[in-house]
T-cell receptor
């Protein structure tokens, strides 16, 4: 399978703490994306990082990409209860329109 | 702009029946992709359409088919339903220039096969 691995599978933290999720993938990529899904609904695109970028920020989100290790991480700083969701990394493996998703990390932020 | 609209939101079918799911992409988007999400297999790519042509296909049996109309609306059909087809089916569209890169998802159709 081309699907990458994400860890941890589940993460429970208190409001205000930081949350870090990791994603590994299998072959070379041009870009990697992160999506959020709230309780079995549609996914929302969070951020895209290209293979020539090492770090990218968007609000409270920070994404890093290490192409030598074929891994990426998503950091959510100062988490809020509203951040409770599942987070997925995804890449198209250079096949536009066909995203391959990781298994996801289920984040629970307790107030 | 309206988001991606999927209908119906919920469906209950019995084994052996067939089902058609509908997806209306964001206005101006020409790429539409379909995914199946189950607790066991996660999110799996079904197929992608661009300008009425299937550009990519996932590893699903021929019972799963789709099409795209000239207005970019898309439908997927599952024939001879099996219990294992119970899943959340998600449709996503992509804007021109970023075809397939960043995808905007609908809320999904939850299919239960009894």
């Amino acid at each position: 399978s081309q699907q990458g691995e994400e860890d941890p599978q589940a993460l429970s933290i208190q409001e205000g703490e930081n949350a870090t999720m990791n994603c590994s993938y299998k072959t070379s990529i041009n870009n990697l994306q992160w999506y959020r899904q709230n309780s079995g609904r549609g996914l929302v695109h969070l951020i895209l990082i290209r293979s020539n970028e090492r770090e990218k920020h968007s609000g409270r989100l920070r994404v890093t990409l290490d192409t030598s290790k074929k891994s990426s991480s998503l950091l959510i700083t100062a988490s809020r209860a509203a951040d409770t969701a599942s987070y997925f990394c995804a890449t198209d493996y250079n096949q536009g329109g066909k995203l391959i998703f990781g298994q996801g990390t289920e984040l629970s932020v307790k107030p | 702009k309206a988001g991606v609209t999927q209908t119906p939101r919920y469906l209950i079918k019995t084994r052996g029946q067939q089902v058609t799911l509908s997806c209306s992409p964001i206005s101006g988007h020409r790429s539409v992709s379909w995914y199946q999400q189950t607790p066991g297999q996660g999110l799996q790519f079904l197929f992608e359409y661009f300008s009425e042509t299937q550009r990519n296909k996932g590893n699903f049996p021929g019972r799963f088919s789709g099409r795209q109309f000239s207005n970019s609306r898309s439908e997927m059909n599952v024939s001879t339903l099996e219990l294992g087809d119970s899943a959340l089916y998600l449709c996503a569209s992509s804007p021109p220039g970023l075809a397939g890169l960043i995808q905007y998802f609908g809320a999904g159709t939850r299919l239960s096969v009894l």
